[in-house]
């Protein structure tokens, strides 16, 4: 069983529509980070997160350490946010650079 | 500041040639990280470093070598390339201590044929 499952593996949504991306996780975590990578493209931070929520224009960010379970929500979504998001964790007393990473998730947003 | 740089963005090999992914940050990153990219397979670490001098192993080091002689350069060195090498490599870096954000280069895609 992978350590970070995400899910759905592939949405694909219409433009304006509101969307969610799931994470969980199996392991003890110190934080847990959300990454966009766009087709041909590198990778960008979105989130960092160790607790509660956080908020970046229509991108909302949220993390129940309890249930280790995060999500990714995206407001009024736009064809510009069809990219894969990926959510990846530092395992709890791991090195700071040794990151777990889920699949992936592959937006598609329709005009 | 340029961020994390990575060279070349593309390469392609032919099996049993041997060289070197550069990459370099100016954000006096403590941290720096290789990572692998493969379809279907998600980014898998290769090799990290926690300071100039300290190296260590990720899940799939085989057939890499790493240094950091200093705290700008992680340069990832492939031994003797195989087919199965052929990937997206991306280099990370962060500050270390509490700040946990890991800033990506670019990328290079190498083809080993």
């Known amino acids: 069983k992978n350590e970070v499952e995400q899910s759905p593996q592939n949405l694909t949504a219409q433009e304006g529509e509101f969307i969610t991306i799931n994470c969980s996780y199996s392991?003890?975590?110190?934080?847990l980070h959300w990454l966009q990578q766009h087709p041909g493209g590198g990778i960008v931070s979105l989130f960092m997160l160790s607790s509660g929520k956080k908020k970046h224009g229509r991108l909302i960010a949220t993390i129940n350490i309890q249930e280790k379970h995060s999500s990714l929500h995206i407001t009024a979504s736009h064809p510009r946010d069809s990219a894969v998001y990926i959510c990846?964790?530092?395992?709890?007393?791991?090195?700071?650079?040794?990151?777990?990473f889920g699949k992936g998730t592959k937006l598609s947003v329709k005009p | 500041n340029a961020g994390v740089t990575q060279t070349p963005k593309f390469q392609v090999l032919k099996t049993g040639q041997s060289m070197t992914l550069q990459c370099a940050q100016d954000m006096n990153h403590e941290y720096m990280s290789w990572y692998r990219q493969d379809p279907g397979m998600g980014l898998r670490l290769i090799h990290y470093?926690?300071?100039?001098?300290?190296?260590d192993q990720g899940e799939v080091p085989n057939g890499y070598n790493v240094s950091r002689s200093t705290t700008e350069d992680f340069p990832l060195r492939l031994l003797s390339a195989a087919p199965s090498q052929t990937s997206v490599y991306f280099c990370?870096?962060?500050?270390?201590?509490?700040?946990?954000?890991?800033?990506f280069g670019p990328g290079t895609r190498l083809t080993v044929t």
């Open positions: 392991v003890g975590i110190s934080a």
């Open positions: 470093s926690v300071g100039a001098g300290i190296t």
């Open positions: 990370a870096s962060s500050y270390g201590g509490d700040n946990y954000e890991q800033y």
């Open positions: 990846a964790v530092y395992n709890y007393g791991g090195s700071q650079g040794n990151l777990i």
